[in-house]
């Protein structure tokens, strides 16, 4: 099992910036891709970013490429997303995912979810 657990939510202002994390606990040696996903109101579930267990891969949702950045620190078990020139149109629930790869993450082959934390952006 792998347990994950987000931080880093909350309100900001069109244009400012959002650091989100997502610890990993558990058998992580077996989920060796991060990611993350967002899931707005009254909208499906949408991938954002994944990233390699080394960091040297990285896939990104067209709608975010350039703004966001998906980085790890493997000694703390931890996935980060930098969010930088927030629209309101990013608002939503951010949820962490670990899977075998980026690309099983890119098909949301998601092995485990975390609960989420919730960003939202104001115009």
């Known amino acids: 099992q792998v347990q994950l657990v987000e931080s880093g939510g909350g309100l900001v202002q069109a244009g400012g910036s959002l650091r989100l994390s997502c610890a990993a606990s558990?058998?992580?040696?077996?989920?060796?891709?991060l990611g993350w996903f967002r899931q707005a109101p009254g909208k499906e579930r949408e991938f954002v970013a994944a990233?390699?267990?080394?960091?040297?891969?990285?896939n990104y949702a067209v709608s975010v490429k350039g703004r966001y950045t998906i980085s790890r620190d493997n000694a703390k078990n931890t996935v980060y997303l930098q969010m930088n020139s927030l629209k309101p149109e990013d608002t939503a629930d951010y949820y962490c995912?670990?899977?075998?790869?980026?690309?099983?993450?890119?098909?949301?082959?998601?092995?485990?979810w975390g609960q989420g934390t919730q960003v939202t952006v104001s115009s």
């Open positions: 995912a670990a899977g075998a790869s980026t690309y099983a993450l890119l098909r949301f082959e998601c092995d485990y």
């Open positions: 990233i390699s267990r080394g960091g040297s891969s990285t």
């Open positions: 558990g058998r992580t040696f077996r989920n060796p891709a």
